[in-house]
């Protein structure tokens, strides 16, 4: 079967099982569930080191499969004017390639949800960093509100931009 090129699927539900469900709504088998998507066809997969364990569980599937994945991870925890921000971006990146078994990642993006963090010079000297490294192939942002999405637009760092449907 050809790879569902256009498909990226979302991990949160893998990683955090109650995670947009009812309490009383069934388990998964999440393992199986991740392989019935490989065998779909869909290579793209979208995470977070706060969906859980996630990452590990990608990392745990890809390592039985010999297809190539384009996996978009965020990172988050930052704090504005922390030069500190420059090291975590990168530890946060390097430690997800290391957890899913992958060479690089498609998509890093920023998912704070603060146009303090997506602005800061030390975060940007994070993100710097993962492309020059050849850690990533994409940087982006997540975002909430129409000044997030105006920086970003004016900002060249960050080719892809993820936009929750209340900015429009």
Request: with cysteine; glycine share 16%; charged share 20%.
């Given at each position: 079967q050809?790879?569902?090129?256009?498909?990226?699927?979302?991990?949160?539900?893998?990683?955090m099982v109650d995670y947009g469900y009812p309490k009383k709504s069934h388990r998964v088998n999440r393992e199986k569930l991740l392989e019935d998507i490989f065998e779909l066809g869909i290579r793209k997969f979208d995470?977070?080191?706060?969906?859980?364990?996630?990452?590990?569980?990608?990392?745990e599937v890809f390592s039985r499969s010999n297809v190539s994945v384009a996996v978009n991870t965020k990172i988050d925890a930052l704090n504005p004017g922390d030069p500190k921000s420059k090291n975590l971006v990168v530890d946060s990146v390097v430690r997800s390639i290391d957890i899913l078994?992958?060479?690089r990642l498609d998509t890093v993006y920023l998912h704070q949800n603060s146009l303090s963090i997506i602005s800061d010079g030390y975060v940007h000297e994070?993100?710097?960093i993962i492309i020059e490294k050849n850690l990533a192939v994409h940087l982006g942002a997540s975002l909430y509100y129409s000044n997030e999405l105006s920086?970003?637009?004016?900002?060249s760092l960050f080719d892809t931009l993820q936009i929750a449907c209340n900015i429009f």
């Open positions: 050809q790879p569902l090129d256009s498909i990226i699927y979302g991990t949160a539900r893998i990683g995470t977070s080191p706060r969906y859980g364990d996630a990452e590990k569980l990608l990392g078994g992958i060479e994070g993100l710097n920086f970003a637009l004016s900002c």
